[in-house]
Structure formats: structure tokens, C-alpha cells
């Protein structure tokens, strides 16, 4: 029996909800696949920077990359000021573990509601950086409640960094029937940052002649992900443009309550963490509310990630036949959770 060790970040709001269901999940495909799942649980987040104002020690980021992989529920809450904890947690260990690739898949379930009528085979991944763009804290405010305040954040975008981003995506692209890459950026008005994405993209393509490329500027990609979705293959782009198109992928596909993400260091040198798409959701937490099946495809990616593809295929399918049957009717986070355990122990 190989024994992968987890470290485990149920944080904020919905967070320690949905991911006690993932862990429901992993352990039934572990028993199924001869391996084990070894977790170490981390209190951070809200209730931590109450108690301490801590937000992730270094001490404790040390543990935590000593682990297989980073399983992550949600950060953020009401009651911290905004970005706090987003920033001081959550964009911490992405920056710190070098988790340049952000894969955030999205599909239709052939019996999943989508809010489109239409919406054809919609079956593509979203490649968004994620160490780099307008995320980096690269600004700052003067004359802060004045008049005459200035607030700026620029976004930092480096050779080193885009090319290795464009490089994962062209090889996903390589690994997938359709072999189609659509670079999103706004290289009519933020030509600095947008020429040398789109010059990156073309210069990996003369490596990857089999790849078809194309280009949107990302207000017209929201329009075709709603109006034209089967389009897409693999999209790469960058932090801030992956975040808001992700969310709109997600609510074409099923809802928020859906969408998985991994967020990869494709070199190995960290562990990769694992977390939905969606938010800690104050408006339903602590209520049995949510969706955890978002958490439960994010444990698929984790397997996917340590090579137990069977283990991920088994969540997968779990989770396809559960949503063949939602009826609609309202079940709980631990029902849901509890359903697809059943389904994923075979
Ligand atoms: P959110 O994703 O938390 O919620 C948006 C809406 O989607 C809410 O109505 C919520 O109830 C619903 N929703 C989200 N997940 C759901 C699920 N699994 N099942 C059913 N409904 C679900 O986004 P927000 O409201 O913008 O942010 C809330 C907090 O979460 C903020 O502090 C924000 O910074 C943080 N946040 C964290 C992450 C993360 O940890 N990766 C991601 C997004 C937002
Ligand atoms: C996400 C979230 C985060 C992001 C926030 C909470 C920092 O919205 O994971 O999509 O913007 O990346
Ligand atoms: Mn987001």
C-alpha cells in the first residue's frame, strides 16, 4: 500500500464543509486502490487570525510543503477585512509553491442543467497563470481618503513567466483530440503586457505546428462562452482574466457548485493544492447548503495529479452518475457527499 500524505485546509465558511465530503471520497477510492491518504490538518484562516493574527506562518507553510499535495476548502470571511486572508493565505501558498498553472476544467454533463439552451459538447480547460498578472501586490495608494487619492496595481508579467504558463497549455493542447489553443488577453489596450502574451503564444506555436491557435480579446470571450462554448479547447490566460472567465465557465456548465480546480506546480518542486473554483459562500454556510461536489472533482484532479488516474476516473464517474440523477429535490452537503461516496466505493 503507497501512502500519499495530504495537507489538509478546510478554512473558511462553506471550506471545512465541502472538503469533508472530498475526504469522504478519497478515502473510499484509497481502499479501492490500494493506497492510503495521510492528512494533516491546518487550522488556518478566520478563526486562526481572530485568535492569533496569523494568517500562514512560515513555520507552517514549511510543514506544509513537505506533504504530497494540498487539499484547500475556502478563505475568506465577513468578519476579516477583504483580502487578508485571500492574500495572506491563500495567494501565499499559491505564490510561495510556484503554482504557475491554474487548470480549472469545465464541462457539460450530458444531464447537467445549463442555463444555455443550446450549449453543444462543451468540454474545454481554462490555463490560468497563476503567479504573476495584477496579482502580485505590485502597487500601492497615496493620499489614501483624500481627494487626491491614487491607488495603483500594476500587473507584473514576465518573459520567464508567460512562456512557461504557454508552454503547459500548447502541451495540453498536444494531449487533447481536438489539439486547439485560444489565448485570452486584452492586446488592444494593454498592449505592454498583451504583446508579449500574444508574441509568447506564437513563438511556442512554431514548436507545436500540429495546434491550432487562436485569439480573443476577453470581453468578446465572454460573449462566445455563452453563445458559441464548444468552441474552446484549451484556453491559457492570464491571472485575472482566468479568475473572471472561470466563473463564468462554471455558471455555463452546471453552476459554481461544479467547478474544480488544481492549482499545479508542473516542475514538482512543491506540492500542487487542490480547491474548488468557488469561495467560502457566507451567504450559506454552516448550513448544510452547499454543493461539495466541486471539492469532490477538485480530490479527482489531486489523484490525477499524484498518477492514480484509475482512482480519479472512479471520483469522475461517481460524480457523473450522481448527477444523472439529481431529481432537483434538495439534499445536503453530507447527502451529496454521502452519495457519491457510495457510488465512488463502487
Ligand atoms: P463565492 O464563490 O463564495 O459565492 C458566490 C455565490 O455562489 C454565493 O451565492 C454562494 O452561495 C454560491 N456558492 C459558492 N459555492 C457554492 C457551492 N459549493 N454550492 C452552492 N452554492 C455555492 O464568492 P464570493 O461571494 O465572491 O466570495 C465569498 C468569500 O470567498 C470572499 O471572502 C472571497 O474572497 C472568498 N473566495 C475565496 C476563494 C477561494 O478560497 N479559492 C474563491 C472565491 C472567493
Ligand atoms: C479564486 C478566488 C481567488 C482568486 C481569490 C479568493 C484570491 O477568486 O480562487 O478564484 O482570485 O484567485
Ligand atoms: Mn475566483
Redesign the pocket.
Known sequence: TKNFTLAVVP?????PE?TTEALKVLDAVAAQHGVTFERTEYDLGAKRWHATGETLPDAELAEIRKHDAIL???????SVP?GV??RGL?LKLRFTLDHYVNLRPSKIYPSVGSPLANPGTVDFVVVREGTEGPYVGNGGALRVGTPAEIATEVSVNTAYGVERVVRDAFARAQARPRKKLTLVHKNNVLVHAGHLWKRTVDEVAAEFPEITVDYLHVDAATIFLVTDPARFDVIVTDNLFGDIITDLAAAISG???LAASGNINPDRTAPSMF??????????AGQQ???????ILSAALLCEHLGLTEAARAIEAAVEADIEERTGSVRSTAEIGDAITKRAAG
Open positions: 478554512g473558511d465558511g462553506i471550506g465541502v484547500l476548502g475556502a478563505v475568506g470571511d465577513p477583504s486572508l485571500e491563500l453552476g459554481i457548485g480547491e474548488p473554483v468557488h469561495g467560502s459562500a457566507p451567504d450559506i447548503k452547499a454543493d461539495p461536489t466541486a471539492a
